[in-house]
């Protein structure tokens, strides 16, 4: 498949891409940042889901994964959070009065509702075209993989782990939506994308560990103390009620002082990192 290196740039001995690739799920061009360490042939992969309002840019740039990425012999792919193009003509829906729905605000769902669908096809981008594309032109090994993100994207990394054990080893988030469906950033994002309500259970992280938990790892969460979002939009203590219920092991580890920031990912990102590489050895 044709595609564009936009960008490259070395760090730490490895190279820091940024791809543009046309999507066959999203029906527009896509962008991702990948990050390939120095001296590994085939690596693992590693998916970092971005939050609202973000793209492949937010962690690239501020969160300095690549020092550790380098010596733990990891690939770290983040692809944007949403269809995006600047030519109009593609006909992207967006709602640009609002930033937490529509253009960077995708919600790692498949979208079944006009005017939303012919694009928003999130979850099958990341689950399934990104790591065929990846496998198909890059020198990574796709076969061992696992997922993180913040935010959204922690929503993202959560559901997209629950939901298929056999593609990711691992799966940690950084001050993760847990239970979209109760709040209401995950009520208007799914009221937008998804016709059924009913649906939206197989979208919603809580839901998914009380049904179907993961026994075989350890879920890692990153939540600031501080973070202005905590207790309206995040609320941590429902997956872990959730998990605990369901034999789910879980390590939370609630942060004090810190907030929502990339100041917070780039202090606890090392840590997220070893634990993906143990996992994906």
């Known amino acids: 498949m044709a595609f564009t290196i936009v960008s490259e740039w070395k ?3 490895g190279r820091q891409l940024v791809i543009e690739h046309p999507s066959t799920s999203c029906g527009v061009p896509m962008r991702f940042s990948l990050f390939l360490p120095p001296g590994v042939e085939n690596p693992p992969v590693l998916y ?29 792919v983040a692809p944007d959070t949403s269809p995006r193009n600047s030519d109009a003509k593609e006909g992207v829906h967006d709602t640009p009065d609002r930033w937490d729905l529509g253009i960077g ?3 790692y769902v498949d979208s079944d509702q006009e005017p939303w669908a012919k694009h928003y096809q999130m979850y099958t981008y990341i689950t399934e075209e990104l790591p ?27 559901v997209i782990g629950l939901r298929n054990p056999e593609k990711y080893r691992a799966i940690s988030a950084f001050s993760p939506i847990v239970a979209p469906s109760q709040v209401q950033w995950g009520q208007d994002a799914f009221g937008a994308y998804l016709t ?25 969460i990153d939540q600031g103390a501080a973070d202005g979002f905590l207790e309206n939009q995040l609320k941590p203590e429902l997956f872990e009620a959730a998990a605990q219920k369901a034999g789910q092991p879980l390590q939370l580890n609630l942060r004090e002082g810190y907030d929502h920031s990339y100041y917070f990912i780039a202090t606890f990102i090392p840590e997220h990192l070893k634990m993906h590489a143990e996992a994906l050895k």
């Open 105 to 107: 605000a995708g919600f």
């Open 196 to 220: 059924n309500k009913d649906d939206w259970a197989q979208y919603d992280a809580t839901e998914l560990v009380a049904n179907n938990p993961r026994k075989d790892i350890t879920i890692l």
């Open 48 to 76: 970092y889901l971005s939050g609202l309002t973000c793209n492949w840019e937010n962690v690239t740039t501020k969160a300095g994964f690549q020092r550790d990425a380098a010596e733990l012999g990891l690939a770290i």
């Open 132 to 158: 065929k594309f990846l496998a198909e032109n890059f020198p990574v090994d796709t076969t061992r993989q696992s997922i993180t993100g913040h935010s959204m994207g922690g929503h993202g990394a959560l």
């Open 11 to 13: 760090s730490f001995g």
